[in-house]
């Protein structure tokens, strides 16, 4: 029913997917929210931030729109990376409901990171069959950078690019040496303005204070979110299943590709458990998963089992989302 639906990519699909987003973000606008404070050193997220920080209706429309943005861009990296059919729109629907329960704390450093953390992702799938690798190994350092200066924890991921090289095997020299520019460049430009306010030494103890006292945070969690990590375990489970067995593509590229992913998977984990404390079924550790999703999604005969596992998230998504709104009522 809804696999096969959402095979298809016309406007009636684009126009569910928002229908949905806006269901599952209605309680967020019906309860009274306060803006949140957001501590630990994210510059580049503080310059965006300062203008919308007062008004905390509007930074939960912000989110929203921007998470939608964010659905229709990971559905297109799906695509052109082969794991979703052209005319597809899986992607969306599945991104609007994984992130949405940690994206409605409204706009935030991570959510903020997140089209350059997609970015990073889509460029080291692209390492093995790139026509120009050193640029391409440049952008993917680059975006590592900015996302880390959005967010923190994401800085972890300039360390992938290089495992990332050596999983495609690449031999050119420069594309060894250019990460470091690329990841550094948005570093010095930002020095250059700290230099020129006056506040480089603040944000260089700022930064230093931060990385000590960084660690690991074990979300607590109730149980319709241990429902909802069950359910997508178990999605993972099927679809990482299928993806390496014979009905998966075994050509050189897509395992080249599953590879990056799977580095990708423990990089988002350690990110995730870094930052902010965010619901155990919902954030940075979902994107990768939702990509093997995707792909069994647009290619499985098996459309019983997968339409019960994807109603049966919407579900968790959708009471967890309004639970809090009927206890409000009460």
Known sequence: M?????????????FVSMLVAVVLWLPVFLLKTESA?????????????????????????????LLLVFAFSFSRIASECGFQL???????????????????????????SLPFVLAVMYHLLNFYNSKNIVATVFHASFYAGVAGLFHFPNLILFPAVFVSLIVSRVDVFKAW??????????????????????????????????????????????????????????????????????????S???????????????????????????????????IVPSVFIVNYFSHTRRIKMANFMLIALFLLVLIQRFIPFFLWLR
Request: without cysteine; hydrophobic residues 55%.
């Open 177 to 250: 040496l250019v990460p470091f520019v690329g990841f550094l460049a948005p570093f010095f430009f930002l020095t250059a303005y700290y230099f020129l306010n006056d506040r480089l030494f603040t944000a260089w103890s700022d930064f230093l204070s931060h990385l000590h006292a960084t660690e690991l945070l074990m979300p607590s969690a109730g149980f319709l979110e241990w429902l909802a990590v069950a359910v997508l375990a178990v999605l993972t489970i099927t679809a990482f299943s299928w993806t390496t067995g014979p009905s998966g593509d075994y």
């Open 2 to 14: 809804l696999i096969r639906y959402f095979r298809s990519g016309f406007f009636a699909q684009h």
């Open 37 to 65: 404070s957001y501590s630990g050193f994210h510059p580049l997220f503080d310059l965006v931030n300062f203008p919308i920080a007062v008004q905390p209706m509007t930074r939960m429309l912000l989110a929203m729109v």
């Open 86 to 112: 052209r005319t597809a729109t899986h992607g969306i629907l599945l991104f609007i409901l994984v992130m949405t329960p940690a994206a409605s704390e409204g706009f935030s450093p991570w959510l903020a």
């Open 252 to 286: 050189i590229v897509m395992r080249k590709r599953n590879s990056i992913l799977i580095i990708l998977v423990f990089t988002f984990i350690i990110i995730q458990f870094m930052g902010r404390n965010m619901p155990l079924n919902s954030g940075l550790a979902w």
